[in-house]
């Protein structure tokens, strides 16, 4: 199994991005804790971008491939129709994506408490840091098993 873990806008600055809400780990940390968590034989496949149609891409290909996604749509989260779009056309199809934010959006401004992604995500995990990512992957693990 390939698990792909999507992240959006922003996060390749993880580490020096106001650390006091997403902590001080970068996203090569966070690959290491996830390829390291990882259960035997799995590849976890970690990718960022700051661009919505790579995203849209990157889902298409998971629709294509049925390889189950953790994805952190950072700021996407709150307005793209379009990311939405993308999620319901693999989850409809039988995929997996978990949605995943290293924060508590709902524990922060008013714009976050909206997300356009979770009616169509399989599920929501939100507030433990990386950890959201590790308890991604656990539920795939647990789907799969
Ligand atoms: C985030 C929360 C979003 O509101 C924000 O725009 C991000 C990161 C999180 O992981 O906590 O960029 O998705």
Request: glycine letters at 10%; charged letters at 15%; hydrophobic letters at 45%.
């Amino acid at each position: 199994t390939t698990v792909l873990v999507l992240n959006g806008p922003n996060l390749g600055r993880l580490g020096s991005r106001e650390p006091d809400v997403y902590g001080s780990g970068d996203l090569a940390e966070l690959d290491r804790v996830l390829s390291a968590a990882a259960p035997a034989g799995w590849t976890v496949e970690l990718r960022q971008t700051d661009d919505e149609a790579t995203l849209m891409s990157w889902l298409h290909g998971a629709a294509d491939s049925g390889a189950p996604v953790i994805l952190n749509p950072a700021a996407f989260t709150h307005y793209s129709y379009a990311l939405r779009d993308a999620v319901a056309l693999v989850t409809k199809a039988g995929g997996t994506v978990i949605e995943v934010h290293i924060s508590n959006p709902h524990a922060r401004e008013e714009f976050r408490h909206t997300s356009v992604i979770s009616a169509v995500a399989t599920g929501v995990i939100a507030g433990f840091g990386f950890d959201s990512y590790l308890l991604a992957l656990h539920a795939i693990g647990l789907r799969t098993a």
